[in-house]
């Protein structure tokens, strides 16, 4: 499985952002999908994150009711889409594919993990 995450970029505070996370080698269909990011300076951290049979979606608190995950089985690709972006959300942003499928309490955690993508950069400015 190979992830390649793109979208990121330069936004002004209050902005949106689409992060795409495309995927090859396995169906998407049968894998939990993350999304994750990083700050500078701060460890990784949990952003969103969709089961394998896409019936339930989950979210970090600090992005509860801005963010929203989807997928599009058709094109193995996973979103990301942002909104009300502020500057503490400003990192770098990375999708990744469980090849198990994590309990809801588990989901969260990195090391349910088992592929990451390059990561995109995404930059808020104040």
């Known amino acids: 499985v190979q992830l390649q995450a793109f979208g990121g970029g330069l936004v002004q505070a209050g902005g949106s952002l689409r992060l795409s996370c495309a995927v090859s080698?396995?169906?998407?269909?049968?894998?939990?999908m993350g999304w994750f990011r990083q700050a500078p300076g701060k460890e990784r951290e949990f952003v969103s994150a969709?089961?394998?049979?896409?019936?339930?979606?989950y979210y970090g608190d600090s992005v509860k009711g801005r963010f929203t995950i989807s997928r599009d089985t058709a094109k193995n690709t996973v979103y990301l889409q942002m909104n009300s972006l502020q500057p503490e959300d400003t990192a770098v942003y990375y999708c990744a594919a469980s090849y198990g499928r994590p309990i809801a309490s588990a989901i969260g955690a990195q090391n349910q993990y088992d592929v990451w993508g390059q990561g995109t950069l995404v930059t808020v400015s104040s």
């Open positions: 080698g396995r169906s998407i269909s049968n894998h939990a």
């Open positions: 969709i089961r394998w049979n896409g019936a339930s979606k």
